[in-house]
């Protein structure tokens, strides 16, 4: 059986191993030319996804490029004092396994494990597809998949050809986040350096293996923005947000015409009644997937 998943981040390749060892061909496409490398924020891996890694064989590296994150410093605006938080104590509550690693990281570990037995096709997307399966694409020829899967994300071109424009199915839930890379001037190692305002916090984190730092903003809005692929817009929005909040928020946002990598989106929840879009679109099982599948 053949399988397309479209998305090369993070569940992409993850799907694509599992799904080989199970006996199905998996081709991942992907938009960026090369595997990513854009920055962005670090993620947590708990019990479940830690357990996942190590059944893949990819735990020693994941547990080699995390971040190593254990304190907190969080200065509120009005008060006199910071808080320092123990990070160790609270993953520890949460799972008894835990890793922070930046998302760039992960995606290249999970890459790696799979790129000798899943096709990769870089530079390219799906530009059509057909109940039967006929797949169009931007730049490569046409093929014939039992099942194409979308692994890509917020903005999901899967799920925009199947089901429709995503403003159907998004919820804007008031807030948006920003992500950049900047030097790591102030030495942070495995610390999250926190300030906290009325509808606004700002951070800044640095790994022990990385050079450079990153920095967050995070602010609530009351209305939707207008900003969707529109860098300038966004850098724009977050100068306005965070102006005059602290010293060093300020400094970060000096790096934003600076930055080597800079990510900006709402938070937006997507609400699909699956069984009821699956019907719509004249989805079916291929045969047999199911059953091979468990």
């Known amino acids: 059986m053949r399988i397309l998943v479209s998305g090369a981040g993070i569940a992409g390749p993850v799907l694509a191993y599992w799904l080989t060892r199970h006996g199905f061909s998996v081709t991942v496409v992907e938009r960026a030319p090369t595997p990513r490398r854009t920055g962005g924020h670090a993620v947590d891996l708990f019990r479940p996804a830690m357990d996942i890694s190590e059944k893949m064989g990819v735990l020693p590296r994941v547990e080699e490029r995390a971040t190593g994150a254990r304190r907190m410093t969080v200065h509120q605006e009005g008060a006199r004092r910071p808080v320092e938080v123990d990070l160790s104590k609270i993953f520890g509550a949460a799972s008894g396994r835990h890793a922070e690693i930046m998302r760039d990281d992960l ?68 807030a948006y986040l920003g992500v950049l890379t900047l030097p790591n001037v102030s030495g942070l190692d495995g610390e999250l350096l926190l300030h906290v305002g009325v509808g606004r916090t700002a951070g800044m984190y ?11 903003l995070l602010f609530r809005s009351e209305h939707e923005l207008d900003h969707h692929r529109d860098v300038a817009r966004q850098k724009e929005l977050l100068r306005g947000a965070f102006a005059g909040m602290h010293p060093d928020v300020d400094r970060w946002l000096d790096e934003l015409d600076r930055t080597p990598a800079f990510s900006f989106d709402s938070i937006t929840q997507l609400r699909r009644a699956a069984t009821t879009a699956r019907r719509r679109a004249g989805f079916r099982w291929p045969p047999g997937f199911r059953r091979r599948a468990r």
């Open 107 to 174: 995606s290249e570990i999970y890459y790696d494990a799979t790129r000798d037995e899943v096709e990769y096709v870089f530079g390219d997307s799906i530009e059509t597809l057909s109940p039967d399966g006929e797949t169009r694409f931007e730049h490569a020829a046409p093929r014939r998949f039992d099942l194409v899967v979308g692994a890509d994300g917020l903005h999901s071109n899967v799920r925009r050809l199947v089901f429709g424009d995503e403003s159907r199915f998004s919820a804007f839930i008031g």
């Open 206 to 216: 640095g790994a022990r293996h990385l050079g450079e730092a990153r920095a967050l």
